[in-house]
């Protein structure tokens, strides 16, 4: 079977994208089952391989068609030349304007249909806002960028997927933002996800609560009677299995035990705290609603361990592994990566 390929943004170059790139590409299993390609900077991945002294080859081209992947090359198509004004640990606007430039090339590509996925490495939102673009996530840019208004982002783990109602706002923004309408969308992409991309042929999902204790009755709340139970029920009118709203405090626990296929949290927090809880290595971020498979590591850009040869590169494996599984369909079952321990 054909190996998919893969485009890889680098992430911000000041972070730790371009160590667990280079640690998750230097596995031979990974050049078996795809053809990864770094859309980023070829010096910074070559002063990187130095640093932690990995046996690769980073190998410039000029375009996806160009790549052929095998084990102890690394091909890279090359965006920017930073290496002489970025320093791991330490960014900058310049190194902003980079990262926000792979993303939308690397969209440009696959759009046109030259790639099969996309997966991207941690960026920082105030370091390219810095850089003089409006940036509120990966998320909402490639949603933007794909033209879709219907989108939502799914943490995908061993024992949870959490899926968020809202993502990137303002707390305080939360309780005014939350609509039957907006619940609704959410719910349905999250269960087009796992029927479609997970094979899971009658989902169960479950809602979450805002208030503690679910509101109590309306005593510490009423976003659970006003918005959340009439989003249920119009759930179900219309044939989801939507369940809740639970509080959260015990549902992700029974979420864990597998009572439910996915859970779908109001906000950020809300649903990544307890994912990453279990999840912090090997947990992957999964956009659904864009017309590609894209997934990403659910960490950040670390800047405070970048360039020290710490990173784990797990989570950028698992991204890896996710992404070419689905850009595969039904082989997914088929396909085996490495998993490496924390």
Same mark, same amino acid.
């Given at each position: 079977?054909?190996r998919?390929l893969? $485009?890889?943004?680098m992430?911000?170059p000041?972070?730790?994208g ?6 998750a590409l230097?596995l031979?299993e990974?050049h @078996?089952?795809a053809v990864?390609?770094v859309?980023? *900077?070829?010096?910074? %991945?070559e002063?990187?391989?130095k ?5 690769v080859r ?6 996806p068609?160009?790549?052929?992947? #095998?084990?102890g090359t690394?091909e890279v198509l090359?965006?920017?030349?930073? #290496?002489?004004? !970025?320093?791991?640990?330490? +960014?900058?606007?310049e ?5 926000? *430039?792979? !993303? ?5 590509l696959i ?7 996309l ?9 390219? #806002? ?6 509120s996530?990966?998320?909402?840019l490639l /949603?933007?960028? #794909?033209?879709?208004?219907?989108? /939502?982002?799914?943490?995908?783990g061993?024992?949870?997927k959490?899926?968020?109602v809202t993502?990137? !706002?303002? $707390?305080?923004e939360? +309780? ?10 959410k719910?349905f992409l999250? &269960?087009?996800?796992?029927k479609?991309?997970f ?6 999902i479950?809602?979450c609560?805002?208030n503690?204790?679910?509101g109590?009755g309306g005593?510490m709340? =009423? ?5 959340l139970? +009439?989003?249920? @029920? &119009? /759930?179900k ?6 369940e809740?709203?639970f ?9 864990a035990?597998g009572?439910?296929?996915?859970? %779908? ?9 307890p994912f =990453? ?8 971020n $999964?956009t659904?609603? %864009? +017309?590609?498979i894209r997934?990403?590591p *659910?960490?950040?850009t670390a ?9 784990n ?6 991204a890896?592994?996710?992404a070419v ?5 039904k082989a997914?079952?088929t396909?085996?990566l490495?998993?490496?321990s924390?």
């Amino acid at each position: 079977m054909k190996r998919p390929l893969i $485009l890889i943004t680098m992430g911000d170059p000041a972070g730790v994208g371009p160590e667990v790139i280079l640690k998750a590409l230097v596995l031979s299993e990974v050049h @078996r089952v795809a053809v990864p390609v770094v859309v980023g *900077d070829g010096e910074i %991945l070559e002063r990187t391989a130095k640093t932690l002294d990995l046996p690769v080859r980073i190998r410039r081209i000029g375009s996806p068609e160009e790549a052929g992947s #095998s084990a102890g090359t690394i091909e890279v198509l090359s965006l920017s030349d930073l #290496s002489g004004g !970025i320093s791991p640990g330490k +960014p900058s606007a310049e190194g902003g304007k980079a990262a926000y *430039d792979y !993303i939308v090339s690397s969209t440009e590509l696959i759009l046109k249909g030259r790639a099969d996925a996309l997966v991207t490495a941690p960026v920082n939102k105030e370091i390219i #806002s810095l850089s003089g673009h409006p940036f509120s996530g990966h998320t909402e840019l490639l /949603a933007e960028l #794909s033209g879709v208004r219907e989108f /939502a982002m799914m943490l995908v783990g061993p024992k949870l997927k959490v899926c968020l109602v809202t993502t990137h !706002i303002p $707390l305080s923004e939360v +309780p005014a933002t939350l609509t039957v309408e907006e619940i609704l969308s959410k719910a349905f992409l999250t &269960e087009r996800a796992l029927k479609d991309l997970f094979g899971i042929g009658d989902p169960r999902i479950a809602l979450c609560s805002l208030n503690p204790h679910g509101g109590e009755g309306g005593r510490m709340g =009423k976003e659970e009677s006003e918005i959340l139970d +009439p989003a249920i @029920r &119009e /759930a179900k009118r219309r044939g989801l299995s939507l369940e809740g709203p639970f509080p959260p405090d015990s549902l992700f626990f029974w979420a864990a035990q597998g009572k439910w296929d996915a859970v %779908l949290a109001l906000y950020h927090d809300q649903g990544l705290i307890p994912f =990453k809880l279990l999840h912090f290595h090997e947990g992957v971020n $999964l956009t659904l609603g %864009l +017309p590609f498979i894209r997934t990403s590591p *659910d960490h950040g850009t670390a800047y405070d361990i970048a360039g020290k040869g710490l990173a784990n590169p797990r989570s950028m494996i698992e991204a890896i592994r996710l992404a070419v599984r689905l850009a595969m369909g039904k082989a997914a079952g088929t396909v085996t990566l490495p998993s490496l321990s924390p």
